[in-house]
């Protein structure tokens, strides 16, 4: 049944524009935007969405901007049961989460798939900034990969990382570290066939050691937040920090698989990172 429909029946004098017309689901979460001016109608909406959808049993409403270090999503319940933990299916793999201590989006299933449908038997792969796992799961999951290996600085994303690996026992060859990228990754002293830059920002100051980790001929996916049609930019910071290395980079595609805004997109720069001649 369409939300916003159903919300304007009960609502008459609301404008129908201003009220939701979905939300994302995480679980038995259901994760909505409710403008600021309804903020009296939080309740009604979360029992509306908890009667029409009987397997949410949480609606939280955003409370702000993913902020800080580990850009978390401030929350707020407004219906249901009182808490912010779940267990998430996606790619045929299950994800305990905390969604008021990790960043996670749900928006970003297809991204994972679409990545572990490139990985080739065999190949060694490392995701930085891998949060609870999802990429390093759907990749082990999807593909033949040989190994699988994420490293995330948020100690509660990692303890979740580790009880998501017990969680899917049938997926072998993944190991998750927990530390800076910047020091974790040199002292695995490893090339890899692929690595993924998965930080939602800032992943620019991680390209210097993603380059030095990734063979010749090795493929990076480098995720990056821009505004509508600056796609040039991303190809740039990568081009830049080839350079410095003495590298070559052949892109094969951008892909935007998300967005921050009304007008600024997640963009992933797919390459081909080759030794310079």
């Excluded at 017309?21 to 038995?28: P, T, Y």
């Excluded at 090795?218 to 990568?238: E, F, N, P, W």
Aim: with cysteine; charged share 20%; aromatic share 4%.
């Amino acid at each position: 049944m369409n939300l916003r429909k159903t919300l304007q029946a009960r609502f008459p004098a609301v404008d129908p524009t201003r009220l939701p017309g979905g939300f994302d689901r995480v679980g038995d979460i259901a994760v909505v935007m409710v403008a600021p001016e309804l903020a009296s109608l939080d309740r009604e909406i979360g029992e509306i969405i908890l009667a029409l959808h009987t397997n949410v049993r949480v609606v939280a409403k955003r409370d702000g901007q993913y902020h800080g270090e580990y850009r978390t999503l401030p929350l707020a319940i407004i219906a249901g049961e009182q808490r912010l933990t779940t267990v998430h299916r996606e790619n045929g793999i299950n994800l305990h989460l905390d969604l008021a201590r990790v960043y996670f989006s749900v928006r970003s299933a297809h991204e994972r798939a679409r990545i572990a449908a490139l990985v080739q038997p065999g190949e060694t792969v490392a995701v930085l900034c891998s949060g609870i796992g999802p990429f390093p799961l759907v990749i082990a999951r999807h593909s033949g990969a040989r190994e699988v290996i994420g490293i995330e600085k948020n100690p509660m994303a990692h303890a979740y990382a580790l009880q998501n690996l017990q969680a899917n026992p049938k997926i072998t060859g993944v190991r998750c570290l927990e530390g800076e990228v910047t020091w974790v990754l040199p002292m695995l002293d490893q090339k890899f066939d692929r690595i993924l830059v998965a930080l939602p920002h800032g992943g620019e100051a991680l390209l210097p050691c993603a380059l030095a980790a990734l063979q010749p001929g090795g493929i990076l996916h480098y995720y990056d937040m821009q505004a509508k049609g600056c796609s040039t930019a991303t190809r740039t910071k990568v081009e830049t920090a080839c350079r410095e290395q003495g590298r070559r980079m052949q892109a094969l595609g951008i892909t935007r698989c998300g967005h921050c805004g009304p007008a600024v997109y997640r963009l992933c720069l797919d390459a081909v990172i080759d030794a310079a001649r």
